[in-house]
């Protein structure tokens, strides 16, 4: 199971720190990533991270603005949101995957939190 909190209301340029905890071990040995979905929108990938983070990518949009990070012995991934902008509006949702790798689609994740909302206002 995997639970975000961090969510929030924000003006524009302000910042965030989303944390998503797992309960298990698993999460420690794979792979984590944060996607987000905007009203009317798809879901679209945000940043993931290798187990060890010593890896991580970012979509294009947020490089620069966003960093991904973990903490196993917490069991927990956090996403840091500086330099938000309105377009940022969505609900956020952590996922782990069963491999260990720089996945990208939603499609290699196994393991879904429920979602956290942020909105940016401007």
């Known amino acids: 199971q995997l639970v975000e909190s961090g969510g929030g209301s924000v003006q524009a340029g302000g910042s965030l720190r989303l944390s998503c905890t797992a309960s298990g071990r698993f999460f420690t040995t794979n792979a984590a990533a944060w996607f987000r979905q905007a009203p009317g929108k798809e879901r679209e990938f945000v940043a993931t991270i290798t187990w060890r983070g010593l890896r991580t990518d970012y979509a294009d949009s947020v490089k620069g603005r966003f960093t991904i990070t973990r903490d196993n012995a917490k069991a927990t991934v956090y996403l840091q949101m500086n330099g938000l902008k309105p377009e940022d509006t969505a609900v956020y949702y952590c996922?782990?995957?069963?491999?260990?790798?720089?996945?990208?689609?939603?499609?290699?994740?196994?393991?879904w939190g429920q979602g956290t909302e942020v909105t940016v206002s401007s």
């Open positions: 996922a782990a995957a069963l491999g260990n790798d720089l996945y990208i689609t939603s499609q290699s994740y196994d393991y």
